[in-house]
């Protein structure tokens, strides 16, 4: 079963911070992070996994609640460059052995 | 390091035509897979392998065949291609459970079939 990502889409304005969320009702071992621009293959963004943790780098950062079987990505301070679809995608044993269930995507437009 | 190769890019196929999807890695990784992306529906999994000799079937596995005889290459077969198998197709692989690591993805093969 595909996991539920929220918003759909979200326009922003350069400098505007951002959360997507992802939850799914199946128990999780992982949940990874990709964006993709139009036209092109998904660009792996970051991992986390079962033990709850928090990433980042830059200013995108990401956090995985395992017991609500949830994870959000943060942007923050948006550039022009962040626009794309954003996907999450778990992984319900090892770091993804079993290939990934991805959801339906989240389209992010920051505008100048 | 050419990274995560798939061809062709682009195909057009007529209805009851087989083919095969060549995708191939030069990263040494032991997790490879297939997906398919149409509109509005995210990506979804066909196939998937975590090592040569051994394949699973993931959530969209009908009219679709896969092998996997060595570590670098993941061939995905269309037995008799359908008009609801006109999708962009990626292929992705990656290390086992690195903790930092994710799916590297080819560029896509876009199908049509007619």
């Known amino acids: 079963q595909q996991p539920v990502q929220s918003p759909q889409a979200v326009i922003l304005r350069e400098g505007e911070d951002a959360v997507i969320n992802c939850s799914s009702s199946k128990a999780l071992y992982s949940v990874h992070w990709y964006r993709q621009k139009h036209g092109e293959a998904p660009i792996f963004l970051m991992i986390?996994?079962?033990?709850?943790e928090q990433k980042g780098h830059d200013k995108i950062s990401a956090s995985f609640n395992e017991k609500k079987q949830q994870s959000s990505l943060y942007l923050t301070a948006s550039q022009l460059s962040y626009s794309g679809t954003y996907f999450c995608g778990t992984g319900h044993s090892g770091g993804g052995a079993d290939g990934l269930t991805f959801g339906k995507g989240t389209h992010l437009i920051i505008q100048p | 390091n050419a990274g995560v190769t798939q061809t062709p890019k682009f195909q057009v196929l007529k209805t009851g035509q087989s083919m095969t999807l060549q995708c191939a890695q030069d990263m040494n990784h032991e997790y490879m897979s297939w997906y398919r992306q149409d509109p509005g529906m995210g990506l979804r999994l066909i196939h998937y392998s975590v090592g040569a000799g051994i394949t699973d079937q993931g959530e969209v596995p009908n009219g679709y065949n896969v092998s996997r005889s060595t570590t670098e290459d993941f061939p995905l077969r269309l037995l008799s291609a359908a008009p609801s198998q006109t999708s962009v197709y990626f292929c992705a692989s990656s290390y086992s459970d690195h903790r930092d690591y994710g799916y590297t993805f080819g560029s896509g093969t876009r199908l049509t079939v007619v």
């Open positions: 986390l996994l079962k033990g709850g």
